[in-house]
C-alpha cells in the first residue's frame, strides 16, 4: 500500500499527523509528507483514516 499527498490541496491542518504519525508528517513548509513508502500493515488502517479525514481530499491512499 502506498499513499500520495497532493501539496497543492494540503491546508497544513494536521490531522493526518496526528491520526498516523508513523505514516505522515508535516515538513518545513506544514506540508503532510508520507515518511514510509510503502506503507506498514500495521499503519495502512491509520493512514487509511487520514485519507477518509482529510478536510481537502489531499492524501489518496492505495
Excluded: Q, W, Y
Excluded at 500500500?1 to 497532493?6: F, L, Q
Excluded at 491520526?19 to 518545513?28: A, G, I, Q, S, T
Excluded at 506544514?30 to 477518509?52: G, L, T, W, Y
Aim: proline content about 6%; overall charge negative.
Amino acid at each position: 500500500m502506498k499513499a500520495n499527498v497532493d501539496r497543492d490541496a494540503c491546508i497544513s491542518c494536521g490531522l493526518c499527523e496526528s491520526v498516523c504519525p508513523d505514516v505522515f508528517e508535516l515538513d518545513d513548509e506544514s506540508i503532510s509528507v508520507v515518511k514510509v513508502d510503502p506503507i506498514p500493515s500495521e499503519f495502512e488502517d491509520c493512514a487509511k483514516e487520514a485519507e477518509d479525514g482529510c478536510p481537502t481530499d489531499a492524501i489518496h491512499v492505495e
